[in-house]
């Protein structure tokens, strides 16, 4: 049965399709478009409408989800007016971005939120996919039981730019972790240990190091960067160490080098004896 809010997908690549598939298991009647319409067919077998038009499936939902490859995308699919339709927009784009569609999609007697999905398509309708949102809060309150069905809901603020910035900066984050293991596993590569046998060693730093975040934010917030566990000045002697071992292993040392340079700057300016914290106010800077 189909009983919730009806609610269109605009799009069905791999995440379009599984946010559709999402939306039709828990009961919501669910119309589609893609570009390529035999995509659907395997969501049209199951219940799902697929429209002709991007119009025709706006106008046959409330709710509208997009998921395209881009905010040029999301432009191009928005025909027409939008009459009380809220957008609810799950294509990755900048802030800049979110909020040029958030006042278009207004102009156009629409509501929009922008937001981003924090999960394999796999895990698309479970509580393991977190999935950030950012906007009027009245909307994304109006909308919130609806788009659980996609995953975890957390609404970032009012700034339909919000969602992007948090994307941003945690695609940093995740690629810094991953840069970070592939590095270790290329230095331990000449001493024969392979990536999986270096796999417990690995997680247990990155377990350590997530321990050390809500310090570390406290610090980063206050302005204070007590050298707890160890100086700037203390660290950058353990860079250096990397950074020699890498060149006489043969293995690249430009990551290694990057990180030296940062804290070499957060010396030079003042906080050789502070914590590393102190690295904040470098990424702080132009």
């Not at 046959?60 to 999301?74: E, F, I, R």
């Not at 240990?193 to 050390?212: E, F, K, N, R």
């Amino acid at each position: 049965m189909h009983n919730g809010t009806p609610v269109t997908v605009l799009g069905l690549g791999l995440m379009g399709g599984a946010l559709a598939e999402a939306f039709l298991r828990a009961g919501h009647p669910t119309t589609v478009w893609n570009r390529t319409p035999a995509k659907a067919d395997g969501l049209v077998v199951r219940g799902v409408m697929l429209a002709p038009s991007p119009g025709a499936a706006i106008a046959a939902s409330p709710l509208v989800v997009v998921c395209v490859s881009d905010y040029d995308a999301v432009a191009d699919v928005l025909h027409g007016p939008l009459d009380g339709r809220v957008v609810v927009n799950l294509t990755s784009g900048t802030p800049s971005g979110a909020r040029e569609l958030a006042a278009e999609v207004v102009r156009r007697g629409g509501g929009y939120l922008d937001g981003g999905v924090m999960a394999v398509p796999e895990a698309v309708g479970t509580a393991d996919a977190v999935l950030a949102y950012s906007g009027p809060r009245p909307l994304y309150d109006a909308h919130a039981s609806t788009l659980g069905s996609l995953g975890t809901g957390l609404h970032l603020g009012d700034d339909p730019g919000l969602a992007a910035t948090h994307e941003m900066a945690t695609l940093v984050l995740m690629w810094s972790m991953l840069d970070g293991f592939l590095n270790g596993v290329a230095i331990l590569g000449p001493a024969g240990v392979s990536a999986t046998a270096y796999l417990p060693v690995a997680q247990t730093a990155i377990d350590i190091v997530a321990g050390w975040l809500p310090g570390y934010a406290r610090q980063a917030d206050d302005g204070v960067h007590p050298a707890d566990d160890g100086t700037v000045d203390t660290h950058l002697t353990a860079m250096t160490q990397v950074v020699r071992e890498s060149e006489l292993l043969g293995v690249n040392s430009e990551l290694p080098r990057l990180i030296r340079a940062l804290a070499e700057r957060a010396a030079t300016a003042g906080h050789g004896g502070s914590g590393y914290t102190a690295l904040v106010e470098q990424f702080r800077k132009r």
